[in-house]
């Protein structure tokens, strides 16, 4: 199986910052990576699709970037909204494999 | 508006069986690959199984390989999990989630989520 490496697994920030999260695919995965936001009793949501493909809808400041096995994921300009925690997910090969999640708070 | 609602969780005993249901609407179930997706309380994401368009390609976790099954029913739109031999470890919620391709032999971003069942084992 697929391990994904997610870090750090928290961070604060402050409204107006910018904060980036790696991931870390334990073999190579192409750019087949995704990231998910979560809030507090949500369901997740897609933000980034593809390492660097903006979903539709989601926020410019919201950013992806990455290939292989090395993934960055990048908020700028953090919102209050923002406060929330993300995952990475890998979807190249069975089974489908997140990271453990990063939380980002105040 | 695309909507996923599941249904089905609840309270069993180790051993004991569920079966959950996802009924799609907004979108017609068989243009999609479809997903179960679960967490337990206050962990990460698990992503649980996966169902092509036509079922001619299902994807297991190996957690529940061998004592869950996906199916789905495209006429009626749609997606179950049926879940046997279950564990202590199971307890979460479950998420239906849409994939955002139909391309059978591959797997697809999530971009769809249902509000998720609980299913709790506990004697």
């Known amino acids: 199986d697929i391990q994904m490496t997610q870090s750090p697994s928290s961070l604060s920030a402050s409204v107006g910052d910018s904060v980036t999260i790696t991931c870390q695919a334990s073999?190579?995965?192409?750019?087949?990576l995704n990231w998910y936001q979560q809030k507090t009793g949500k369901a997740p949501k897609l933000l980034i699709y593809?390492?660097?493909t903006l979903e539709t809808g989601v926020p410019t400041r919201f950013s992806g970037s990455g290939y292989g096995a090395d993934f960055t994921f990048t908020i700028t300009n953090l919102q209050p909204e923002d406060f929330a925690t993300y995952y990475c997910?890998?979807?190249?090969?069975?089974?489908?494999?997140f990271g453990g999640g990063t939380k980002v708070e105040i | 508006e695309v909507q996923l609602v599941e249904s089905g969780g609840g309270l069993v005993k180790p051993g004991g069986s569920l079966r959950l249901s996802c009924v799609v609407s907004?979108?017609?179930?068989?243009?999609?690959?479809m997903n179960w997706v679960r967490q337990a309380p206050g962990k990460g994401l698990e992503w649980v199984s996966s169902i092509s368009t036509s079922s001619n390609y299902i994807h297991y976790a190996d957690t529940v390989k061998g004592r869950f099954t996906i199916s789905r029913d495209n006429a009626r739109d749609l997606l179950f999990l049926q879940m046997d031999s279950l564990r202590p470890e199971d307890t979460a919620v479950y998420y239906c989630?849409?994939?955002?391709?139909?391309?059978?032999?591959?797997?697809?971003?999530?971009?769809?989520w249902g509000q998720g069942t609980l299913a709790t084992v506990s004697s």
């Open positions: 997910q890998q979807y190249d090969i069975s089974p489908l494999t």
């Open positions: 907004g979108f017609k179930l068989s243009g999609h690959t």
């Open positions: 989630a849409r994939a955002k391709g139909s391309l059978e032999w591959v797997f697809h971003p999530i971009d769809y």
């Open positions: 593809r390492a660097s």
């Open positions: 073999q190579d995965i192409n750019n087949y």
